[in-house]
């Protein structure tokens, strides 16, 4: 039995990623190697790659009683070869949400360029395990030249790496296309392979990435097991398609298995169902996988994202293999605190990587149109419109994981009411004349046009003076209010009120402070508290 390893590809475009593939490889997927005719007639890669080499347990793996537990014999590496094309930073995303390690391809004369950082950050929010390749070295044919290039940029990487959750990560120097190096290279590979957190009772999910029918069989499906398990025999959902279908039979590479688990690269034979109807997605246990139209979750804004994200802004969110536009709503929460519509949340114009809140940053994504998701699948928010050409900045915005889904189309009657998302409000009003120790009119507040005072009718003012009182009603026309206090005013504090020609202006200020909360649209009076 294998331990497989899901081994992403990743970095700038034209640094060498498939050349390196196909010299690790040693078994090739039918989607390997750019077989695509596009890219081999565009001369880079647009899709993602498939390829396995396989060796024998390392004694730190073979000393592990889990392993032994779980029948594990032999090691395999499944490289997953990623585009670099920054407009392909979609496919990207999906590849690398499959992955348990990375390998950073970097052209060693070219150094660190725009889209190896932005694969380097993809690459911190799906794994914590990366080799850093320094490709190309052969282009470097002085001997002293290559020695000073290589030292250089592996400070600056040591650098950059030390910043991230990837401090202490090796760096080797090859050069894929003459094979230079690449045993120590191979050998590094191994003697980093683990035994990753796998969960086989988690519900299935399978992600997709390319179909192709076999006549008299039914259809392929190969893809990654994200979580949980399947056997053949199986009944699984195609939600795409509101399908459920029987898995027939079960590949890795070749060699037919009766099931897989999380971790697993196979193809799976599905019957009965066409295989350009779905071509990229997901299968999954029924009724596990739905599409949503709206979600909320906590995210955390990236460091290197150097602009702030802005409510009612559009990102481009990706969820496993799907992208699509959705605008943002921000609020806060207490940190540590599972979402609740029970819960009151503040309404945030605008959140920062650097601004330092001590609360939790909470999120409302409504979808331009419906994505499917499944809880808990990681969520990442980018600004994918922004000009490569003329930035290189980070596009890479936020990160979460998947907490709560809408799935009601009519959600903003049926379930936003019911989101407490408030913002603070700050009238300021004066006291236009004192009736007595204990009540006075204020102006100011509302407009003479306006009849919204009676929502107000028992809400908290302060004066400029600190006393507090209560509106107890609205006065005349004009937008006036009658405000009493529950204790006499000092005597002072009514000279001075009274005074109208001298004294601090402040005196007579009066504050109103009140939540407004953003959903409750059909009953303005219960649409505002203290």
Do not use: W
């Amino acid at each position: 039995m294998y331990l497989n390893l899901n081994v992403g590809i990743l970095g700038h475009v034209d640094s060498g990623k498939t050349t390196l593939a196909r010299a690790l490889s040693a078994i090739a997927s039918t989607a390997a190697f750019d077989k695509n005719p596009q890219s081999q007639e565009r001369g880079i890669t647009l899709d993602l790659g498939f390829s396995a080499v396989q060796y024998d347990l390392p004694e730190h793996l073979l000393n592990q009683e889990q392993c032994a537990a779980l029948g594990y014999e032999r090691l395999q590496f499944t490289f997953v070869d990623c585009p670099g094309h920054a407009s392909l930073i979609r496919t990207i995303i999906g590849g690398a949400q499959i992955i348990d390690m990375m390998l950073l391809v970097i052209d060693a004369e070219k150094g660190i360029q725009p889209q190896t950082a932005e694969c380097l950050i993809i690459g911190e929010l799906t794994c914590r395990k990366l080799i850093v390749v320094l490709n190309k070295i052969d282009s470097l044919t002085d001997s002293e030249h290559r020695r000073k290039t290589v030292d250089k940029l592996t400070k600056g990487i040591r650098g950059v790496l030390s910043k991230m959750a990837f401090d202490e990560s090796p760096i080797v120097a090859i050069s894929a296309a003459t094979g230079e190096n690449i045993q120590a290279l191979t050998d590094t590979l191994v003697s980093r392979s683990f035994l990753p957190s796998r969960n086989a009772k988690l519900p299935l999910m399978f992600a997709v990435d390319h179909c192709f029918a076999i006549k008299g069989q039914g259809t392929v499906c190969t893809g990654t097991v994200l979580q949980g398990r399947v056997s053949v025999g199986d009944k699984v959902e195609i939600p795409k398609l509101k399908l459920q279908r029987k898995v027939r039979s079960i590949q890795m590479f070749r060699q037919n298995y009766t099931t897989i688990q999380q971790g697993d690269r196979a193809g799976l034979c599905i019957t009965q169902f066409e295989p350009k109807s779905l071509e990229r997605g997901i299968v999954c246990a029924a009724d596990y996988a739905h599409y949503v139209h709206a979600a909320i979750l906590e995210i955390a804004p990236l460091r290197y994202y150097k602009r702030p994200i802005r409510s009612k802004a559009k990102f481009h969110i990706s969820c496993g293999y799907e992208t699509a536009l959705a605008t943002i709503l921000l609020f806060t929460g207490e940190p540590n605190t599972p979402f609740s519509y029970n819960a009151q949340y503040e309404f945030l114009e605008e959140v920062a990587a650097d601004t330092g809140l001590n609360r939790a940053v909470l999120a409302l994504l409504e979808f331009e149109k419906p994505i499917l998701a499944f809880e808990d699948a990681l969520i990442v928010g980018s600004k994918l419109d922004s000009d490569t050409q003329r930035t290189t900045d980070c596009r890479i915005a936020f990160s979460g994981r998947l907490t709560h889904m809408i799935r009601d189309a009519n959600y903003a009657e049926s379930v936003l009411p019911g989101l407490q998302l408030f913002k603070r409000k700050h009238k300021t009003g004066n006291v236009q004349r004192v009736v007595n120790e204990q009540e006075l009119i204020a102006a100011g507040f509302f407009k003479k046009t306006g009849n919204n005072r009676h929502a107000f009718v028992g809400f908290n003012v302060t004066l400029g003076s600190g006393e507090r009182g209560v509106i107890e009603g609205a006065f005349g026309a004009g937008g006036k209010v009658k405000v009493r206090f529950p204790e006499p005013l000092a005597a002072d504090v009514l000279e001075r009120l009274n005074n109208k020609t001298g004294g601090n202006r402040d005196d007579s200020r009066v504050e109103l402070n009140f939540k407004k909360f953003l959903f409750r649209k059909t009953d303005k009076d219960k649409n505002i508290f203290q």
